[in-house]
């Protein structure tokens, strides 16, 4: 009975050890995933934003010197927003492409959904190992008992037997 309860508690406590270690790196690899999902997702979001306001920037760009100008007071904020969108998605979306090419918006909605495919996988494996943490935790303290415990008996046994050879010998010199 002893032998199985403490090859159970070895196991339970073996277990939760690598699974802490597992846990952790899940941790990372998750963090990061989220951060590159956010700006995939951010990036699409931008992209659909800048084809929508694309026509008034062409229509800006067609016009020349007075009616120009003119067409730029009138839709400032718009033709700012445009040349803002513009250089945030060249700049956040040089470490997606592919071949020296910038990414197409069916290429990052692909991207995008496989991220959050690994992601839930991800998740998944997060709440099994919570699951059994949860249920590991009622027995941990039991378990760091008995084997203190047992340490404790070990050492005992050590000292008492180092105690009698040490009376046996005293008793054979005199």
Not at 129 to 147: C, D, E, G, I, S
Request: charged content about 30%.
């Amino acid at each position: 009975m002893k032998r199985t309860l403490s090859a159970v508690c070895i196991c339970l406590l073996a277990c939760l050890g690598l699974q802490a270690a597992q846990v952790d790196t899940l941790m990372v690899r998750s963090e990061s995933m989220n951060k590159d999902i956010k700006i995939v997702d951010t990036l699409i979001t931008k992209m659909k934003h800048l084809a929508e306001i694309e026509p008034i920037y062409k229509e800006y760009q067609g016009k020349s010197g007075w009616s120009q100008s003119r067409f730029k007071k009138k839709n400032a904020n718009t033709i700012e927003d445009y040349e803002n969108t513009r250089k945030y998605i060249i700049e956040h979306r040089k470490p997606y492409y592919v071949d020296g090419k910038p990414p197409a918006m069916r290429d990052l909605k692909n991207m995008l959904k496989e991220l959050k495919s690994e992601y839930s996988t991800l998740a998944a494996e997060h709440e099994k190992f919570l699951t059994k943490k949860t249920a590991a935790h009622k027995y941990t303290k039991q378990v760091r008992q008995y084997l203190l415990q047992k340490q404790a008996d070990k050492q005992n046994e050590q000292s008492r037997h180092r105690t009698q050879s040490q009376k046996r010998n005293k008793y054979t010199l005199e």
